[in-house]
């Protein structure tokens, strides 16, 4: 074969199968895309591909599998990488696909590659909610944007980018915390902005209440109890049913009379 004469190393020959998939004895099945690789590298590579390849028949000429949990994207770079050791400048769509492939795959190299790239990517109130949305699995990442909340939680919450956020990821600000040095009525405004934003237009409040209640107690974190009965006959008279009648009655007395009447149950005051 004459290419065999410009090949200087191991690694340039493996290089040079990998682009033109010569003796390719396994097809790779993402999305609308097939992959030819190599058991042998493969397996050397990657003790997820190992196991997957031990399962099959070695005497079978040509194995094919379906990958269903990678994107078409970050399979390719986790190919590329396997056989290369190198990985091109990604967007961030690309470098995250690279990382939850390398992460299937148990594919440590590039696994580290992808950590330090994302840990370089700047935090921003305008960015903070759309990255705790997509990095939920990316433990350091995770850490550094609660800590830039933590850090910057007015600005955060006043944002128009907090209507990103996905109901894990503002019950998680709200839960942590973040938000309760912040008047109670700018709480309330901006919690309620975001339920606004996950549903059609409307004058009641009655179904971003649901939203603000139904999985997470959102509400509860906002900081009713501490309005005063004028910021209370405010709310109630803005935000129609967004509280029931008893839970006003309930409201109202102990704005009065703290600790007079019991609150709703998911009422959960910040310490």
Known sequence: MSWQKSIRSLRE??????ETKEFADVHLVVGARTFKAHRLILAARS???LKMLQKQSAASPTIREIINDV???GFEILLRFIYTDQVDDLDQDKLLGAYRAASRFKQKGLLKVCEERIAQWEITCENVCALLNELADIDSMVQRCLLFVRNNALS??????LTQASPNTIWLMFEKGFFKHAPAMTRLKNALRWA???????????????????SKPILGKCGIEKLNSVELAN?????????TPEECTAFFVN???PGAMDL???CKPDD
């Open 196 to 214: 606004a934003e996950q549903l059609p237009p409307q004058n009641d409040y009655k179904m971003a209440r649901d939203i603000l209640l139904q």
């Open 71 to 73: 994107t078409e994207d």
């Open 255 to 257: 704005a009065n009379s």
């Open 13 to 18: 020959g493996i290089a040079h199968i990998y």
């Open 235 to 243: 709310v109630i008279a803005q935000y129609k049913n967004l509280l």
């Open 264 to 266: 709703p149950k998911w």
């Open 156 to 161: 955060v919450l006043t944002a128009e980018s």
């Open 47 to 49: 003790p997820e591909f």
